[in-house]
């Protein structure tokens, strides 16, 4: 896979005169070596958001001023593959045709994006097709749809968007909509999934896309794939189910604290921690947030920071292979095991 070269080589040059820590450059070279031989895949990237909120041009192909993603700092960062939120906001709620024009205008975006950096990125539909982009240097481009607003009551829109591209669906976002209710709503509309949302999760296994549960309340969470900020109860029951947690680093997932004090790397780590040994290391991904949420942490301000992610992984003591599974080996398997099981 093509790599940059991390910048740890410009400390290494400015301190060449200095005499060397017995170890300390080995497990550097060691970090970096594992994270340019890892498949690194977020599960949540932000970014047309960030383009619309901000009414930035959509270039990816040089480093923005502002954000956190473009192709630059993703091939800094050793970032292969990205799944790119189509965001439908809870605006649209009472408009499920507004909803469903204004997730085609960002696949549009999105497409045209794409279209303009033939070098530096393709969309991916299949764990496979990652791989081979991520051999060729080229970042792999796969879409989710957040939030279930945009099927309507249609369950043949969640086809269309399958053939689309769309490789996962959050079922809600901030608000009960005609699937399911949200975490962020005291309603409960539903007290759970509707029957409408148990036909469309019955839809999507049916064709192999997964399931995002990200903001649902905890009555829908039975029907479950993976998500972030659970209780024990419900990470055991997803690893019961096969899936995968992806970490969110949003400052504000991390910890209640998170206005008095700027989390760090170290808090993000700690997240990790919890969840492999809670549900064991076949199970935790990385799903970050980036340009979805205002403050990052100390270490991993943007996509650029991600070998930093896998050095202090290293030092906590995982091993290449644990590193590389919660990296993106893990959330490329629950992908792969859901096309397995699709129908025709």
């Known amino acids: 896979m093509l790599r940059a070269a991390i910048s740890t080589l410009l400390l290494a040059t400015a301190l060449s005169a200095q005499p060397a820590r017995p170890g300390a450059a080995s497990a550097a070279e060691r970090a970096a070596s594992i994270h340019a031989q890892s498949l690194v895949l977020d599960a949540h990237i932000d970014v047309l958001y960030h383009l619309t909120r901000t009414k930035s041009r959509a270039e990816l192909s040089q480093r923005l001023a502002s954000g956190h993603f473009d192709f630059i700092r993703a091939r800094a960062g050793g970032l292969d593959a990205s799944f790119f939120a189509i965001f439908v906001s809870n605006r649209f709620s009472a408009q499920p045709d507004g909803a469903f024009h204004e997730a085609q205008r960002l696949i549009e975006m999105l497409t045209r994006i794409v279209a303009a950096?033939?070098?530096?990125?393709?969309?991916?539909?299949?764990?496979?097709?990652?791989?081979?982009?991520?051999?060729?240097?080229?970042?792999?481009v796969i879409m989710s749809l957040e939030n279930g607003t945009p099927i309507g009551r249609d369950l043949?829109?969640?086809?269309?968007?399958?053939?689309?591209?769309?490789?996962y669906l959050t079922l809600c976002h901030n608000q009960d909509n005609q699937i399911c209710d949200s975490s962020y709503d005291s309603r409960r509309t539903h007290r759970g999934l509707s029957a409408f949302g148990k036909q469309v999760v019955a839809e999507m296994n049916r064709l192999g896309m997964m399931i995002d549960v990200s903001h649902i309340s905890d009555q829908?969470?039975?029907?479950?794939?993976?998500?972030?900020?659970?209780?024990?109860?419900?990470?055991?029951?997803?690893?019961?189910?096969?899936?995968?947690?992806?970490?969110?680093?949003?400052?504000?997932?991390?910890?209640?604290?998170?206005?008095?004090?700027?989390?760090?790397?170290?808090?993000?780590?700690?997240?990790?921690?919890?969840?492999v040994k809670l549900i064991g290391i076949d199970h935790?991904?990385?799903?970050?947030?980036?340009?979805?949420?205002?403050?990052?942490?100390?270490?991993?301000?943007?996509?650029?920071?991600?070998?930093?992610?896998?050095?202090?992984?290293?030092?906590?003591?995982?091993?290449?292979?644990?590193?590389?599974?919660?990296?993106?080996?893990?959330?490329?398997?629950?992908?792969?095991?859901?096309?397995?099981?699709?129908?025709?």
């Open 284 to 344: 935790v991904g990385l799903g970050s947030d980036f340009d979805g949420v205002d403050e990052m942490p100390a270490g991993l301000e943007d996509v650029s920071c991600y070998p930093q992610l896998t050095a202090e992984l290293l030092k906590r003591g995982y091993t290449a292979e644990e590193i590389n599974k919660i990296n993106g080996g893990n959330l490329l398997r629950v992908w792969q095991a859901n096309l397995d099981r699709r129908q025709p």
């Open 117 to 140: 950096n033939p070098q530096l990125a393709a969309f991916a539909d299949t764990p496979a097709e990652v791989r081979r982009l991520a051999d060729a240097g080229k970042h792999a």
């Open 220 to 275: 829908a969470f039975r029907f479950r794939t993976f998500q972030r900020n659970l209780s024990d109860e419900m990470l055991l029951g997803l690893k019961k189910n096969g899936g995968v947690v992806c970490i969110n680093f949003g400052s504000m997932f991390l910890s209640d604290d998170y206005r008095r004090r700027r989390q760090t790397l170290q808090d993000v780590i700690k997240h990790i921690d919890y969840a």
């Open 156 to 167: 043949a829109r969640l086809q269309h968007f399958y053939q689309q591209g769309i490789r």
